[in-house]
């Protein structure tokens, strides 16, 4: 294994760490206050967190997958949906 695939495994691996850390506090926010936003914010953390991961697996396998960019594309327009869905107007009863 190459220096640069090391050091591309290892920033996998922290990126990885950090994006579940995110997500747990996302989770922990979203119990606290039932708010949409933060459960989606957590689940498209969770999906960068396998992204990251199955990005150190394909390098280690030498793959290349347009799978592993569909899954991060995925995790920004779930990032997307819940600002759109935080910011549309409430439905006011009549």
Known sequence: ???????????????????????LFFLKFWRETRD?????????FVMLALQRVALAWYLVRQ???????VLRLA???IILIAIFD???????DA
């Open 86 to 92: 935080k910011n549309r107007p409430a439905q006011r």
């Open 75 to 77: 995790a920004f327009v």
């Open 63 to 69: 793959a290349d997958t347009l799978a592993n960019y």
């Open 1 to 23: 294994m190459s220096a640069h695939a090391a050091i591309v495994l290892m920033m996998s691996g922290a990126l990885a760490a950090g994006y579940l850390v995110a997500s």
């Open 36 to 44: 949409r936003l933060f459960a989606w914010f957590a689940v498209a």
